[in-house]
């Protein structure tokens, strides 16, 4: 029976430390997803910017 809780509680353990990783994880991506979307906006004003100054 003592087997049983001691694997138990090895699974939560592990369980927890794998949602700590996926929820680290998901801020990065997160973050990654935000630079992406302010580097497309930055592009597409330079875009514009350089149309206006070529024309």
């Not at 939560?12 to 580097?39: D, M, N, P, T, V």
């Not at 004003?45 to 100054?53: S, V, Y």
């Amino acid at each position: 029976m003592h087997n049983v809780y001691d694997w138990v509680e090895k699974g939560i353990s592990f369980w927890q430390f794998g949602k700590k990783k996926l929820l680290k994880i998901g801020a990065e991506l997160r973050q990654i997803q935000i630079k992406l979307k302010i580097l497309n906006i930055i592009n597409s004003f330079a875009d514009k910017f350089f149309i206006k100054l070529l024309i």
